[in-house]
């Protein structure tokens, strides 16, 4: 756990916990959204496809994702 704030084991296993802090609000939109049933999930897939990469709630879900695993 600790290499997810220290970057002990190699740079990639840091979660960029300001771009996270940045994205919270929107990422509890989506969130919300998605409990809600606003929104599905082939929907939002679509639209934070791999051509999203620049996209900062893509950023912030994928660290979020990749890393909790």
Known sequence: MDSLFHGE???RNV???DLVAKMWPDLMRVAISIRQG???SVTLLRRLGPHSRKN???R???L?????R
């Open 64 to 68: 979020i994702v990749t890393r909790h």
């Open 9 to 11: 084991g190699g740079a």
């Open 15 to 17: 979660i960029d916990w």
């Open 38 to 40: 606003r929104l599905n």
């Open 60 to 62: 912030a879900l994928r």
């Open 56 to 58: 900062e709630i893509y």
